[in-house]
T-cell receptor, first 114, second 114 residues
Framework: NAGVMQNPRHLVRRRGQEARLRCSPM?????VYWYRQLPEEGLKFMVY????????ESGMPKERFSAEFPKEGPSILRIQQVVRGDSAAYFC????????????FGQGTRLTVV | QQQVKQSPQSLIVQKGGISIINCAYE??????FPWYQQFPGKGPALLIA?????SEKKEGRFTISFNKSAKQFSLHIMDSQPGDSATYFC?????????????FGKGTKLSVKP
C-alpha cells in the first residue's frame, strides 16, 4: 500500500506563473488536507477536501489559491500568479475518515519562487 | 486561545542523553495532543499521542508527560540516538476531530551527537 504521494517534489516558478501541486492519497482514503510550512514555522492548515467537495477552506488565502479533489485523480492545490512569499513546503495528508488520529502525510512539494 | 507554544527551537544532545521538548497550549477544551517527527526532506509522521485522562504515556524510548492544570505537555526521548535527529512538532486539538483543526507548534530541531 503506497503512502501519500505528492508531486512534484520540487517546483521552481517565476513570479507571476502558476504552480500546480498534486496529492494522491493513500488507497482507501477519501479525506485530504493541505498544509503550508514556512521555514522555522510549524504546519499551517490550508484546506480540507473530500471527493468533489471542499469541507473547510478556512486556512486558504482569499486570492490566488484554490484546491480541488475530483472524483477521479489526485487532489490539486493551485497557486496563481505566484509571489516570492509563496515559497514554502506544501504538504498534504490523507485519512480514511474525518479524524485526526489516522492521517498520514506525504513527503511534500517544495515550491521556490524566483 | 488557538496557539501552541513549543520550546526550545533547537536542541543538541549527546548520544545516550535525554532529549526534552516542551509545549504549552491555551484552549482548555483540547483533548488530543500528538507529537510528530519529521526527517529532512520528508513529511511529518505521527510519533506518539496522549489524551488528558492520563498524565504519562510511554512507547519505547519516547514518553509524553501531560500536566492538565498547567496546560503543558512534553516529549522525553530517553537514550537519544543519532537516528533520532529530526524536527519534532507538538500539536493540540480535539480527539477524533478534523486533522485540519490540529494546531501545531513551530517545531524543535533535535541533533543527537555521536
Amino acid at each position: 500500500n503506497a503512502g501519500v504521494m505528492q508531486n512534484p517534489r520540487h517546483l521552481v516558478r517565476r513570479r507571476g506563473q502558476e504552480a500546480r501541486l498534486r496529492c494522491s492519497p493513500m488507497k482507501g482514503h477519501s479525506h485530504v488536507y493541505w498544509y503550508r510550512q514556512l521555514p522555522e514555522e510549524g504546519l499551517k492548515f490550508m484546506v480540507y477536501l473530500q471527493k468533489e467537495n471542499i469541507i473547510d477552506e478556512s486556512g486558504m488565502p482569499k486570492e490566488r489559491f484554490s484546491a480541488e479533489f475530483p472524483k477521479e485523480g489526485p487532489s490539486i492545490l493551485r497557486i496563481q500568479q505566484v509571489v516570492r512569499g509563496d515559497s514554502a513546503a506544501y504538504f498534504c495528508a490523507s485519512s480514511p475518515q474525518s479524524t485526526n488520529t489516522e492521517a498520514f502525510f506525504g513527503q511534500g512539494t517544495r515550491l521556490t519562487v524566483v | 486561545q488557538q496557539q501552541v507554544k513549543q520550546s526550545p527551537q533547537s536542541l543538541i544532545v549527546q548520544k545516550g542523553g535525554i532529549s526534552i521538548i516542551n509545549c504549552a497550549y491555551e484552549n482548555t477544551a483540547f483533548d488530543y495532543f500528538p507529537w510528530y517527527q519529521q526527517f529532512p526532506g520528508k513529511g511529518p509522521a505521527l510519533l506518539i499521542a496522549i489524551r488528558p485522562d492520563v498524565s504519562e504515556k510511554k512507547e519505547g524510548r519516547f514518553t509524553i508527560s501531560f500536566n492538565k492544570s498547567a496546560k503543558q505537555f512534553s516529549l522525553h526521548i530517553m537514550d537519544s540516538q543519532p537516528g533520532d535527529s529530526a524536527t519534532y512538532f507538538c500539536a493540540a486539538g480535539h480527539y477524533g476531530g478534523s486533522q485540519g483543526n490540529l494546531i501545531f507548534g513551530k517545531g524543535t530541531k533535535l541533533s543527537v551527537k555521536p
